[in-house]
């Protein structure tokens, strides 16, 4: 039986084959351009698409590190492609979006991990779209505090970084990366420009307790974040880390009191 078999009703998303969503594929494949959604076999990549929404995943679709929650391709990437970012911009601006998202596979191959494509591509993007906001969700650049400043220097609209999983999972669940990596790289987006909008995000049925999902949200509201993000991990093949649980929508619920207690200013 395929995990998609398995998903409990809340989590059943539309088809995939809808109209809207071969419009959005098209522009995409007319650009050469790849996206998480496709690459790490997002569920929600119909709802999404439907509505001109994508988050796009430059760098290429082969990622260095081997993330057991991630369906993307592992091993030896392509040369980076010097037309993404102006083909990314295009894309944004056929889709109409006042919000592009951008993002990227890992890439530890690259002296800067990539930072440099992230900048091109903001700049391209508002070139094209001077209306249009930029958010960047990013690799954590093996640490690289010069790498991460170039991004910082670049003025992203959003700043975004996961932690993905609990500190207990990362040798399981995220090997190469690390958590207090992660989490400095948040500090320095934080210290780097005060103002900035900072968020991060991380999944939980990967056998993570709450109380160990209670001291990641600690941890990210002592750095001052302005959003985190929590959701379904959905096992995207048999080849990926098994769920442990599927969560009931209230537990969510749940779990946004807690985080706003958490980051609400103590008298």
Known sequence: MSPKQLLPPWLRTASRLAPEVRRTKMTLRSLALHTVCEEARCPNIAECFSRDTATFMILGDVCTRNCAFCGCQKGKPATVDPTEPANVARAARKLNLRHCVVTSVTRDDLDDGGASQFVSTMQAIR????CTTVEVLT???RGDVAAAKAVFAAKPDVFNHNVETV???YPSV???AGYERSLRLLCLAKETDPGAVT???LMIGLSETLSEVEDVLRDLASIGLSAVTIGQ???PSRDNAPVSR???PAFFKD????????SSPRS
Not at 127 to 130: T, V
Not at 255 to 262: D, P, V
Request: aromatic fraction near 14%; proline fraction near 13%.
């Open 127 to 130: 070139e094209a779209n001077p």
């Open 167 to 169: 500190p207990r999972l």
């Open 174 to 176: 995220r090997p190469g």
């Open 246 to 248: 599927y969560y009931e």
């Open 139 to 141: 690799p954590d650049f």
């Open 255 to 262: 779990l946004i009191e807690r985080g706003r207690a958490l």
């Open 233 to 235: 991990y959905v096992q």
């Open 199 to 201: 968020k991060s995000g």
